[in-house]
């Protein structure tokens, strides 16, 4: 991975984040995305074979960057994964998601949470009164210190990754990281 084409990461990763992967894990690599655009859905997939591929050694942060204003149906499904995380399913709730992106209203919202077994009227409750917008907007605006601007965006240990969204060209990112992490 060239140096002249990262930027770090401004806000570490910490117990506040969605963590999928071993904790023992030497890379880290911090997704910025959205549940909506075909980019992200892509980079979901690539993401998958990466843990597959590098196993134990690497682990997966997944934090909202809902950032185009326009994507309403976005920030609400970042809401339900936010929901789900508060009854720990956030990352059922998200494969979900990502498998639906394109079904993303809050009636399907509620279908999806209802489809996962999670306490209903608390999920209601917490998308009728937005209670995790500042956690999604948190999200973001971490992502916008770092230097986002679209999703999606990565980092690997914590530098940006700013190569093509093929599955060759994130293992090598991954492979150049991990050879300086040893």
Not at 49 to 58: M, R, S, Y
Not at 115 to 142: I, K, Y
Request: charge should be neutral; hydrophobic fraction near 45%; charged fraction near 25%.
């Amino acid at each position: 991975m060239r140096r002249d084409a990262v930027t770090k990461l401004d806000f570490a990763v910490c117990a506040r984040d969605h963590i999928f992967g071993a904790d023992t894990a030497r890379l880290t690599l911090v997704q910025y995305g959205d549940y909506e655009t075909q980019a992200c859905d892509q980079a979901h997939v690539l993401l998958k074979a990466a843990l597959e591929c590098f196993g134990d050694d690497l682990r997966v942060v997944f934090r909202h960057f809902p950032f185009n204003s326009h994507r309403f149906q976005a920030q609400r499904a970042a809401e339900a994964g936010e929901a789900a995380a508060a009854q720990r399913r956030f990352w059922e709730m998200h494969e979900v998601l990502f498998q639906n992106r394109t079904r993303l209203s809050d009636r399907h919202l509620r279908l999806y949470a209802s489809h996962l077994g999670l306490d209903m009227p608390r999920f209601n409750r917490d998308m009728a009164a937005q209670t995790h917008v500042v956690r999604v907007r948190e999200d973001f605006l971490s992502g916008v210190r770092s230097g986002v601007n679209e999703s999606p965006a990565f980092f690997i240990n914590g530098w940006r990754y700013k190569g093509p969204l093929d599955v060759a060209s994130l293992h090598s990112a991954i492979e150049d990281v991990a050879e300086v992490a040893i």
